[in-house]
């Protein structure tokens, strides 16, 4: 079996760094936050090119925690796309905000900046652009509609570590991004982790207040807070993994390179890159309407696939509140039921590779008979 992921090459290829970086931890007894923490957070936003970063324990947290920063709260409106994981949602339902969604770009699958704009109105505080599968939404509209509005700009970029947009690392254009360091993503904790980078100082100040209790030090609540801390030994763990980050980056876009290479001319749809943007490859994903006989096909010839995601979190139960339907969103819709996440890691083989397009031209090839 080809697998979707495989953590334990990733593990093999540093383990010795990363069983050095637990048992200083354990000698060191510093389980929650502390000194490596500390340093990750230091190292993590430069390499975002952003001034800080606050650890805490998930993605969504950082999002959770970036919107009650930016001031964003009940009676509030925040601009985003349904074609998302849930927890860009979520995180605006914490703060007792209502979600506004605008449908996709059909092409990269990021926010449509030329949808914005009307869904603006005087209920709007901020737009949560998701740079999906690790791909950077079109920022400097983005931006541009921002600051005529008076609106922040938090970027959910927990699926795009070190990718960058007209030569500028997401993470720095808008004005905060949330990060997550779930264990399958670009750069990833053995367990949760997430982080909040900004160049605001006052931000910065109050997410990590929030992040811990509200403590402006320990005992004294300023705010209001939550237990979201990032745990010492992810800390560590993600030291180590960040010295590899680029290296991994540049083995997933050669990857993503040799897809794009061995698909030429076949007719599968794969995925459409702008030009002015660095990828990052979280996810590849190609496109067919026969998506669920695809994926069983595949996994009959040892070839795991994911889907990201298979349903619009405006046509989620959980989120049937907010009023949207069937229709509203439809490329998100449509790339909702089409989309179809072949394996793909630092660590996969051009011969591994070479199996998974086999199998996908042999499907493709029925289609188009």
Request: with cysteine.
């Amino acid at each position: 079996m080809i697998p979707f992921v495989d953590l334990k090459a990733q593990y093999a290829s540093i383990k010795s760094e990363v069983d050095a970086a637990i048992q200083h931890v354990l000698e060191t007894c510093q389980f929650t936050l502390g000194a490596e923490v500390a340093e990750f957070e230091k190292e993590f936003a430069a390499y975002c090119q952003a001034g800080q970063g606050i650890g805490v324990n998930t993605g969504t947290s950082a999002l959770h925690l970036g919107l009650l920063a930016a001031g964003v709260g009940p009676g509030d409106e925040v601009i985003t796309t349904p074609f998302t994981f849930v927890a860009s949602v979520a995180a605006i339902y914490y703060t007792g905000a209502k979600t506004v969604f605008v449908d996709i770009d059909p092409a990269t699958y990021t926010i449509d900046p030329a949808a914005i704009e009307a869904a603006i109105t005087p209920r709007t505080k901020a737009i949560l652009p998701v740079h999906l599968y690790g791909q950077p939404a079109d920022m400097d509209p983005i931006i541009e509609i921002a600051r005529k509005h008076g609106l922040v700009v938090l970027e959910d970029a927990c699926q795009a570590h070190g990718a960058e947009y007209k030569g500028r690392r997401v993470g720095s254009i808008g004005d905060m991004a949330a990060y997550s360091f779930y264990p399958g993503k670009n750069l990833g904790a053995y367990g949760e982790g997430g982080m909040l980078v900004t160049s605001n100082d006052e931000y910065a100040r109050t997410t990590r207040m929030l992040r811990d209790w509200g403590a402006e030090k320990k005992y004294h609540h300023v705010l209001k807070g939550y237990n979201y801390r990032l745990e010492g030994m992810q800390g560590a763990i993600l030291r180590v993994k960040l010295r590899h980050l680029e290296a991994w980056t540049e083995a997933r876009r050669a990857a993503a390179a040799r897809y794009d290479e061995m698909f030429a001319g076949s007719g599968v749809a794969t995925p459409v890159v702008r030009r002015d943007v660095r990828h990052v490859y979280h996810i590849y994903a190609i496109r067919t309407p026969d998506r669920a006989a695809w994926q069983t096909a595949l996994n009959a010839r040892g070839v795991q696939t994911g889907i990201h995601y298979p349903i619009p979190v405006h046509m989620q139960p959980a989120y049937a509140d907010l009023g949207y339907r069937e229709g509203d969103f439809p490329h998100a819709e449509k790339a909702a039921a089409e989309t179809l996440s072949l394996p793909m890691f630092a660590e996969l083989t051009a011969e591994q590779q070479q199996e998974v397009v086999a199998a996908v031209k042999d499907l493709q090839a029925l289609v188009s008979a």
